[in-house]
């Protein structure tokens, strides 16, 4: 416990230290908030509606979606690759606390910094742009729609520590984590809502594991999808979970057998 | 007696493999790559105790990191065993890692932008210390390392010297048994290089730490080591006290001798006894066989008023250069 709040600290501290790049970062998120609307609203000043979506849903999704894309994709666990090549995980390993259990606590803290920010700027975007929210306010909707967010939260922390492992057999993870980045962003659904696009198209990505991190948790907010559908679709997600979950403990130890504690 | 530090036969060799770049490349050597073997350590066995101070000199590439890293479970060894404080150091148990601490002499562990006090926050944190015991042994740490003014200044405003002591703090405030230091003085001036080297055989008559160093410089081996491995690609060729190591590959003493006034020094007669390396009438300077210290001094006493007599041992930089020439034709002749 004390562990964590020292973190908590340090990670502020840092965000202190490096509040330039924090703020320029925060500015970055608020432009895309604005191209979306501006979009969007182009968009509907041709047609009343985009797929299933009027231009009032449409906003709260983009919106959503800003959100969520935030609170999920915002990781730090990237770093790994890089402690890998450039053997900083030799401290990390030395330490008695796993570095599985730092990474988490500091992502956690990290993840709530940015939750609270982005929070922010969505109530000050809504309120300077006058923008209708619907909400579905029913218990059972929210408590599945925090389920669906920790499933998208968790099924996400294993592939990004997958994509890092592969730090373990070459120098330059930059590339996938690119392109496994955008790849997942576009199929999650955070650019746009997913069923938009021809029936064909969405069927194949909804039976990718992706649409779980952004266009499901939304769905259920918005009552767009039954409950039921949404409890079969998180309980796949969590298969997938657990897929990713064993693939990179494979990969933490069979990496670590054959790491050679690069650096000094 | 229990060992705390067991290697028996350790061997470990890198595989390097051609990393690759990009995406595709780096998937399919995943499965499938070239391999290249790069013999580190090979066939090492030592034991050591509790409390002793040791020194691990080699030449560049010679492995002295590489057994480091396996003493402290970052690296899987190829065969052999290797045994601290009872455990096996790859397994990485919490009770292990509290009790050592591998300072490694270029690699920074904390914190960039932030003031050195926060990483050792975490560090309390990390190992659990409570408050007081924290305290006390930063304290002391600060006090023998003149370090107090620093521990709020952001470390990327720290000279080197200061920031390899403020990286040693990191590694002794939770008291660790045994230290494990790779190259602690590199880069560091004169002055710091004494602190540390003072610090380091303070911190082990105060909490009888065993204390293994690599280091370049033979003024580290010098003053801080009694026994000493020497380790030449991947062998250990020497193990014994630093004592021994003088005894066995410096045989020879220097003679610094002045005579009085009244006196001629016989340059013919020295030159017997030994390497005459300087002389004038009544001084001389002379490099001599230990088997012949004896009748030198009898010598001198016998025949002259001596004003002045200096018998030095020579320094260990030239035993060690000594021990790189003359030790592979020994261990061919199996006579030593
Ligand atoms: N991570 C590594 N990958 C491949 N080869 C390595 C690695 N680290 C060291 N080596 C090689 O292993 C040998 C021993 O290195 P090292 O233990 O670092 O020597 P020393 O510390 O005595 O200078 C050297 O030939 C070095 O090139
Ligand atoms: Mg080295």
């Not at chain 1, 039976?207 to 769905?219: D, G, K």
């Not at chain 2, 309390?124 to 370090?147: P, T």
């Not at chain 2, 000493?228 to 005894?247: N, P, Q």
């Not at chain 2, 088997?291 to 001198?300: F, T």
Request: one cysteine or more; charged letters at 20%; proline letters at 2%.
């Amino acid at each position: 416990m004390k562990l964590i709040i020292t973190i908590t600290k340090i990670t502020f501290s840092e965000y202190l230290a490096y509040r330039m790049n924090f703020i320029l970062w925060r500015f970055r998120n608020f432009l895309y908030l604005f191209f979306y609307y501006n979009f969007w609203t182009a968009v509907y000043t041709y047609q009343k509606q985009v797929g299933n979506y009027n231009k009032q849903e449409i906003f709260f999704y983009f919106i959503m979606s800003f959100v969520i894309t935030d609170i999920v994709f915002s990781s730090k666990l990237f770093k790994l690759a890089s402690y890998i090549n450039s053997g900083v995980l030799n401290q990390y390993l030395l330490y008695p606390v796993s570095v599985f259990k730092l990474m988490t606590v500091e992502e956690v803290v990290d993840k709530t910094f940015n939750t609270f920010f982005s929070l922010i700027e969505i109530l000050l975007f809504i309120y300077l742009f006058k923008i209708e929210v619907f909400l579905k306010i029913d218990f059972y909707y929210i408590a599945v729609f925090i389920l669906s967010l920790f499933c998208a939260l968790v099924l996400y922390y294993f592939i990004s520590l997958c994509i890092s492992l592969l730090g373990f057999w070459t120098n330059s993870v930059w590339a996938p984590r690119f392109l496994t980045f955008i790849l997942i962003n576009s199929l999650s659904g955070s650019f746009f809502p997913l069923d938009i696009l021809p029936k064909s198209v969405f069927e194949l990505i909804n039976a990718l594991p992706f649409s779980v991190l952004v266009y499901l948790p939304i769905q259920i907010l918005q009552g767009k999808v039954s409950l039921d559908f949404a409890l079969v679709k998180i309980s796949i997600a969590f298969v997938w979970v657990i897929l990713f979950f064993f693939l990179s403990l494979f990969m933490w130890k069979k990496g670590l057998k054959s790491y050679t504690a690069l650096g000094v | 007696m229990t060992k705390t530090i067991k290697v028996a036969n350790l061997v470990k060799n890198y595989i390097t493999y051609e990393k690759n770049t990009g995406f595709l490349a780096s998937l399919t050597s995943f499965f499938h790559r070239k391999k290249k073997i790069v013999k580190a350590v090979s066939d090492i066995s030592f034991e050591v105790e509790q409390g002793e101070l040791i020194g691990f000199i080699g030449p560049n590439g010679a492995g002295k990191t590489t057994t480091l890293k396996c003493l402290v479970g970052l690296l899987y060894p190829d065969s052999g065993t290797v045994s601290v404080l009872g455990f096996n150091p790859f397994e990485r148990k919490k009770e292990f890692l509290k009790q050592i601490a591998f300072v490694m002499g270029r690699k920074a562990q904390l914190y960039w932008d932030l003031p050195a006090m926060e990483t050792y926050m975490l560090v309390r944190d990390m190992y659990q210390l409570s408050e007081s015991e924290f305290k006390k042994n930063l304290n002391e740490l600060c006090d023998l390392l003149d370090f107090h003014k620093y521990l709020n200044r952001p470390v990327r405003t720290l000279s080197l010297g200061q920031r390899m002591k403020a990286e040693i703090i990191t590694n002794l405030v939770y008291k660790p048994k045994i230290l494990f230091l790779d190259e602690p003085t590199i880069g560091l001036d004169v002055v710091m290089q004494d602190a540390i080297r003072d610090f380091l055989l303070n911190y082990n008559k105060i909490n009888k730490a065993t204390i293994i160093l690599t280091s370049h410089y033979m003024e580290d081996i010098e003053s801080v080591c009694d026994r000493i491995l020497i380790i030449d690609h991947g062998k250990l060729i020497y193990d014994g006290s630093k004592f021994d190591l003088k005894f066995k590959y410096a045989r020879e003493k220097e003679f610094n001798i002045r005579v009085s006034y009244k006196h001629k020094l016989d340059k013919a007669r020295l030159s017997q006894f030994g390497k005459v390396l300087s002389y004038d009438a009544k001084t001389a300077r002379i490099l001599v066989d230990k088997d012949k210290v004896n009748n030198l001094i009898k010598y001198l006493v016998e025949n002259y008023d001596i004003a002045d007599l200096d018998i030095k041992e020579p320094d260990i930089k030239y035993v060690i250069k000594k021990v790189f020439t003359s030790v592979k034709d020994e261990v061919d002749n199996n006579n030593y």
